[in-house]
């Protein structure tokens, strides 16, 4: 609890999603030849209550870290490429350059 607390008060949006998409790597990943698949079993909107903020920006973020290479999204299909590329994320939204 005191993680999720903590979570929604210093991280940005970006940061939460991703840290969420990383735990979900190693709760429920699947590896598959072009990475690491995990089965989305909320919607956005869901998604978006669980880390305190609104659809439009997790779809947002979705988008642009599909457009960045991070992840690949087939609707509630994830695929992460190279997890230690996304987890290097959440270092990075918490302390913008």
Do not use: W, Y
């Not at 590896?31 to 909320?42: K, M, P, R, S, V």
């Not at 998604?47 to 997790?58: I, P």
């Not at 870290?65 to 997890?83: D, S």
Request: one cysteine or more; glycine letters at 8%.
């Amino acid at each position: 609890m005191s993680g999720l607390i903590e979570d929604l008060s210093f991280s940005t949006v970006r940061g939460r999603l991703v840290a969420h998409l990383v735990r979900l790597a190693a709760d429920q990943g699947q590896h598959c030849a072009t990475g690491i698949q995990i089965d989305l079993l909320e919607n956005n909107q869901e998604l978006a209550t669980r880390l305190g903020t609104v659809r439009e920006l997790v779809s947002r973020n979705l988008g642009r870290l599909h457009n960045e290479g991070l992840i690949e999204v087939h609707r509630r299909l994830i695929i992460i490429p190279n997890l230690t590329a996304l987890k290097q994320e959440i270092t990075e939204s918490a302390d913008p350059k």
